[in-house]
């Protein structure tokens, strides 16, 4: 462990996923193909979006896009890390890059849970009130959205960041993590932190688990509304919602547990932080894309195009 002037610790050991070297080959295989997946998946996303004039237009996949940009972010604050501890003994990470790392995945984290708020509010005033569906989801609104997603997920992060950069470090330095975050992290502290935890629960806990109650009472009165719709407009409807409640449920569980429970650790920690950083953003361009006409038509113009270009003149 270094330290500087035998008080202060200047870096963290990550301690990963297993210790076992048969494990972690095999690990780092799987976690390679998934952040292929993740890349490829978002950024096909992002290229189907802005390529389609109509998909751009529309203020659905107008936060899809910023949703997937999220994504591919958020996967390449933490699982280049992951990797690189598969190939060492001793993963190590800079105390300045364990901040780094916190400030990145909150402001990431955090802007990722009020774009989902926001398109749940997309999709309220599409089935609930489609008359008036373009005046009110009109672009300058669109845009002021995504522009508040950000700054309330930077203000979310900075939070984070005070919360940790003011705490003593001078004795244990191992996170039993892949990636540093705010629980592992304030556990190594030379101080009691129990007003840290509590305020750490104030930010991030209250903040997962209000936006994810928000959420559902948001798709449950979607879902009362369809009840009242035609069958072929309900079909779409319903398709549409369950793509995002899914995805919210993949990304919310995970956070209120993590979050919501401060003063304790348990060794499922791991696993839940795995499905947030890594499946996921995985997962989400399937769910969308599969269950999405109008991203199967984007996706086929796309390749058609990219077909077209390579086709000698």
Known sequence: MKKENDSKVTEFVLLGLSSSWELQLFLMFMFSLFYVAIIVGNLLIIVAV???????????????????????????????????????????????????????????????????????????????????????????????????????????????????????????????????????????????TYMVEVLMVSNSGLLSLICFLVLLISYAVILITLRTQLHLRQSKAFSTCASHVTVVSLIFVPCVFIYLRPFCTFSVDKLFSVFYTVITPMLNPFIYTLRNTDMKIAMKKLRKKSCASLLPC
């Open 50 to 192: 802005r390529a389609d004039i109509h998909l751009l237009q529309s203020p659905m996949y107008y936060f899809l896009g910023h949703l997937s940009f999220i994504d591919l972010c958020l996967s390449c604050v933490t699982v280049p890390k992951l990797l690189e501890g598969f190939l060492q003994q001793a993963n190590t990470i800079s105390f300045s890059g364990c901040l780094a790392q916190i400030y990145f995945l909150h402001f990431l984290g955090g802007s990722e849970m009020f774009l989902l708020t926001v398109m749940a509010y997309d999709r309220y005033v599409a089935i609930c009130d489609p008359l008036h569906y373009l005046t009110v989801m009109n672009h300058k609104l669109c845009l002021l959205s995504v522009v508040a997603c950000w700054c309330g997920g930077f203000i979310h992060s900075i939070t984070q960041v005070i919360l940790v950069i003011q705490l003593p470090f001078c004795g244990p330095n191992e996170l039993d993590n892949f990636y540093c975050d705010v629980p592992q992290v304030i556990k190594l502290a030379c101080m009691d």
